[in-house]
């Protein structure tokens, strides 16, 4: 009794179930391929936050095992992004100064306002990232650390606390095909300070 019901309801499948399978399917896609390169986006955004953290350690340290005599701050910042991004397989080629380069103060500086001067520039010896609070006179001089104010006071008593910050964008290109996202690119921002110890 209960196989010959079975026969029967299979038996009257009118074909609708594979219209609606037919229907939701691309969707299904859809929301696979949206979640692969959001992922590799989220992938991607670490990586570069990674890297800018590795440089900004480089750039500000006192002594590098691996770096020549007066080597320049900002070269050693790129050096190690430049390793960082390799090691992920992200190509550092890629990698652009940020569109808007952080508003930071020259350290000494209590305030936000840089006591009206100007905001500190990024090193000159790089173009692919942007380097503030490192930099090499003449590009062949002995390297001086300028750093920059990372924190600043609320009383205008101190400086705050002073280092090197290291910033950069890398382009990244969605594939989602059917939605307004397809072959945009976006910037993935990336920048990471680092204290130094000097001060």
């Known amino acids: 009794m209960r196989a010959a019901q079975m026969r029967c309801l299979a038996g009257s499948s009118d074909g609708s179930e594979i219209a609606e399978f037919a229907m939701v399917l691309p969707i299904l896609f859809m929301m696979f391929f949206a979640v692969f390169w959001f992922g590799q986006a989220f992938r991607i955004y670490t990586t570069i936050n990674h890297a800018a953290r590795q440089g900004a350690r480089a750039a500000v340290a006192p002594a590098c095992v691996t770096c020549a005599p007066g080597s320049d701050p ?28 952080p508003a930071l103060c020259a350290c000494g500086n209590a305030n936000t306002v840089c006591n009206g001067g100007g905001r500190v520039s990024c090193a000159n010896t790089q173009a692919s990232i942007c380097v503030q609070g490192a930099q090499q006179v003449g590009g062949t001089g002995p390297a001086i650390e300028n750093d920059v104010n990372l924190s600043t006071t609320t009383t205008n008593t101190g400086t705050g606390v002073c280092g090197v910050s290291v910033s950069f964008q890398y382009p990244y290109k969605f594939t989602l095909p059917g939605t307004s996202l397809n072959l945009q690119t976006i910037n993935l921002q990336a920048q990471a300070e680092m204290r130094s110890e000097t001060h």
């Open 74 to 101: 900002a070269q050693n910042a790129y050096n190690a992004v430049q390793s960082a991004l390799q090691s992920a397989r992200i190509d550092p080629t890629r990698l652009q100064r940020p569109t808007n380069r």
